[in-house]
Structure formats: structure tokens, C-alpha cells
Nanobody, 125 residues
Framework: QVQLVESGGGLVQAGDSLSLSCAGF????????MGWFRQAPGLEREFVAG????????HYAESVKGRFTISRDHAKNTVYLQMNSLKPEDTAVYYC??????????????????WGQGTQVTVSS
């Protein structure tokens, strides 16, 4: 079993940056693809960024390409999402996700095996 704990959310102004962290707990953590999803009130949870098991391949939603970067630190069992040039439309609860097998960087919400509790990101104009 894998447990995920996110941190790093907060309130920022448009153009600012935030870095989210997701700490993983579990022996099989390194075998999973890892990703970030976000969900605004009343909307569907959407894919933001993903990484295969070793970070060799990544994939991003078109809306965040060039602004967000996903990375993994296996020694720390941690996945990060660096968010730059934030926009008000990035406002959402951000969720860390683990999906097995770990070969893919693109993750569908329905295939997620484990979710973090979510961390709120709010971007003001």
C-alpha cells in the first residue's frame, strides 16, 4: 500500500511561483507512475502533470506546458510540482496520485490507485 501526503499549497498573486511536494510512504512507491491532478469547485478533476516510475518520461496538460515541471527524488520518496507564472485559472485543489504500472507518464484519473489528501492553491489577479 502507498500513502501520499501533499504540501506546499497557498495563496499567491498572478505571476508568482509555488512548489508542491508529495511524500510517498510504502515499499512499492518507486514502481508507480506519479502525477498531479487538480480540481476546482464544481468541475471535474483534471490531469496536470505526470511522470513514469523513474522520471525518464513526463507529460503535461496543454494549459500548464512551459510553466509547470514535475520531478521525482527517489532518495526522499518525494514528487514535486514546480509551478511558475501562475494564473488565476490555476486555482484549484491539487492532488498527488500514484498509478500502477509505472511505465506511463500520462495518467487517467480512473486508473489512479492512490490519492493524496489535496492541497489548496489559490491565485489572485
Amino acid at each position: 500500500q502507498v500513502q501520499l501526503v501533499e504540501s506546499g499549497g497557498g495563496l499567491v498573486q498572478a505571476g508568482d511561483s509555488l512548489s508542491l511536494s508529495c511524500a510517498g510512504f510504502g515499499r512499492a512507491f518507486h514502481s508507480y507512475s506519479m502525477g498531479w491532478f487538480r480540481q476546482a469547485p464544481g468541475l471535474e478533476r483534471e490531469f496536470v502533470a505526470g511522470s513514469n516510475w523513474n522520471g525518464g518520461r513526463t507529460h503535461y496538460a496543454e494549459s500548464v506546458k512551459g510553466r509547470f515541471t514535475i520531478s521525482r527524488d527517489h532518495a526522499k520518496n518525494t514528487v514535486y510540482l514546480q509551478m511558475n507564472s501562475l494564473k488565476p485559472e490555476d486555482t484549484a485543489v491539487y492532488y498527488c496520485a500514484a498509478s500502477f504500472p509505472g511505465t506511463e507518464a500520462t495518467i487517467e484519473a480512473r486508473s489512479v490507485n492512490y490519492w493524496g489528501q489535496g492541497t489548496q492553491v489559490t491565485v489572485s489577479s
